[in-house]
């Protein structure tokens, strides 16, 4: 019994403590949802069409911390859409933040991934998405290690 004890403190100390599921209902923000995440947390989209960002936005989703899965709830009939809003190049760029500004871009084959001191983004995945009327990608990762992109849609 002790032992097991033991195993469940030294599991509480190497899991994440704060690991969440923030859900993004229809009509909601999955900005918003982003901006709160955290690694290890898990953002689940219910069915509907989304379109993210303002005017002059260069990307719907920008995501610039890793550790984070990007989860679309669709159902049958009901797809989880993320729509261009005003011409957006990007639906979803993923990169460390010091490689997801403007300029970099306006270069997408060669971001700076960190400038002088190179940076990864460790973990992130996004699976459940319909992406529709990005100019360059729907999905566009950047220097990102250890990433799944599945069950995605971009007709």
Partial sequence: MR????????????????????????GGSIRAALARASAGDRVE??????????????????ITHGGIALVGKPREGRPVVLQSKSGQSYGIW????????????DNPEHPACGGPAPA???????????????AEHGVHLACVDGFSISDNHAP
């Fill in 94 to 105: 993923v990169s460390p933040a010091n490689s997801a500004g403007p300029g970099n871009q």
């Fill in 45 to 62: 989209v219910l069915p509907g069409t989304y379109r993210e960002g303002e005017e002059g936005d260069l990307n719907a989703l920008t």
């Fill in 120 to 134: 990864t983004l460790k973990g992130f995945s996004i699976r459940g998405f319909t992406v529709r009327g990005f």
């Fill in 3 to 26: 032992s097991i004890l033991w195993l469940a403190i030294l599991l509480a100390g190497v899991l994440p403590a704060s690991a969440r599921t923030i859900v993004v209902q229809e």
